[in-house]
């Protein structure tokens, strides 16, 4: 059965400082995807990047990055120089080719930017 | 460009009433899925649809109907509120029925069963 654990509850740190979002996955299958979602304050859903288990590059999209590590079945979020507006509640997510569109989410990590 | 339109956004009902929670979207996608989301719990998958006529349950489907009659519609069913139904609940949509496709999701909709 698949599974997402985002052990890190609640992060805050002070602007400017980087900060790194733990995701780990469990899953059998050698077919899957992985996604990282934001739900600021405001309380939307925001997509925010999706890699296949056969792409193992690390992403950058300005300050975001994604480290995917087969190895450690993780992929983790880092924000570089975090700004107050990247606080938010982040979703990392699976889902299993042979799970017929099962997309699981972890629990959530909330991070807080402080001024 | 109205996307995921979930209908209503809040709603409080005693224990025992029924209700039905709409989503509707306009993207012509064919996967469908309603999520519910509690403190600590992150979001967990309830039911889900890969196309019209076609509905499957997720992780936490009890208590809770669906049906896909038409590809735009998926509501949810509470045939019997429970307090442990007060939630957040969310739908979403993709535009195929694989599991490599971006989420779009509605706004949410806050329930409260007393």
């Known amino acids: 059965a698949q599974k997402v654990t985002q052990a890190q509850t609640e992060i805050s740190v002070v602007e400017k400082e980087d900060v790194t979002l733990d995701c780990v996955y469990e899953t059998r299958d050698t077919t899957y995807y992985l996604f990282w979602y934001k739900q600021p304050p405001s309380g939307e859903l925001v997509f925010l990047i999706r890699?296949?288990?056969?792409?193992?590059q690390n992403e950058i999209s300005g300050r975001y990055s994604w480290n995917f590590q087969k190895s450690t079945s993780s992929f983790n979020f880092t924000i570089t120089a975090s700004q107050v507006v990247d606080s938010a509640v982040y979703f990392c997510?699976?889902?299993?080719?042979?799970?017929?569109?099962?997309?699981?989410f972890g629990s959530g990590t909330r991070l807080s930017i402080r001024p | 460009n109205a996307g995921v339109t979930q209908t209503p956004k809040f709603q409080v009902l005693k224990t025992g009433q029924s209700m039905t929670l709409q989503c509707a979207q306009d993207?012509?996608?064919?996967?469908m899925s309603w999520y519910r989301q509690d403190p600590g719990m992150g979001l967990r998958l309830i039911h889900y649809?890969?196309?019209?006529?076609?509905?499957d349950q997720g992780e936490v489907p009890n208590g809770y109907n669906v049906s896909r009659s038409t590809t735009e519609d998926f509501p949810l069913r509470l045939l019997s509120a429970a307090p442990s139904q007060t939630s957040v609940y969310f739908c979403a949509s993709s535009y195929n029925g694989k599991p490599s496709g971006e989420l779009f999701f509605g706004e949410g909709s806050r329930l409260t069963v007393l």
């Open positions: 993207m012509n996608h064919e996967y």
């Open positions: 890699r296949n288990s056969f792409d193992e």
């Open positions: 997510a699976l889902s299993e080719y042979s799970s017929a569109s099962k997309i699981i």
């Open positions: 649809s890969v196309g019209a006529g076609i509905t």
